[in-house]
């Protein structure tokens, strides 16, 4: 069982930056998949990145691609999306997520965060 919970969201101006957090609970996380999705209203919830239990996988939308950076470290069970550059398009509520393989679907991921929600104005 892995718990999830973000934080690190708010209002930035177009061309700033944010750092999600996303601090996980048990004993599993180190063997877990990492990744974060978005959801805006009235749109599907929407692969943005993720990363392999190691660390030395990645993967990014092409949206984000050059703007987003998401690392994590596992002895504080905690995955960070880095992001730079915001533009009004990113507004949407950022979700956490831990599954056991990489992969762009919601689906794939059993495990899910309460969600913080980034705005970006322009």
């Known amino acids: 069982q892995v718990q999830l919970v973000e934080s690190g969201g708010g209002l930035v101006q177009a061309g700033g930056s944010l750092r999600l957090s996303c601090a996980a609970s048990?004993?599993?996380?180190?063997?877990?998949?990492m990744s974060w999705f978005c959801q805006a209203p009235g749109k599907d919830r929407e692969f943005v990145a993720a990363?392999?239990?190691?660390?030395?996988?990645?993967r990014y939308a092409d949206s984000v691609k050059g703007r987003f950076t998401i690392s994590r470290d596992n002895a504080k069970n905690t995955v960070y999306l880095q992001m730079n550059s915001l533009k009004p398009e990113d507004t949407a509520v950022y979700y956490c997520?831990?599954?056991?393989?990489?992969?762009?679907?919601?689906?794939?991921?059993?495990?899910w965060g309460q969600g913080t929600q980034v705005t970006v104005s322009s």
């Open positions: 997520a831990a599954g056991p393989r990489i992969g762009d679907g919601p689906g794939e991921y059993e495990y």
């Open positions: 048990g004993r599993t996380f180190s063997r877990q998949i």
């Open positions: 990363i392999s239990w190691s660390g030395i996988n990645t």
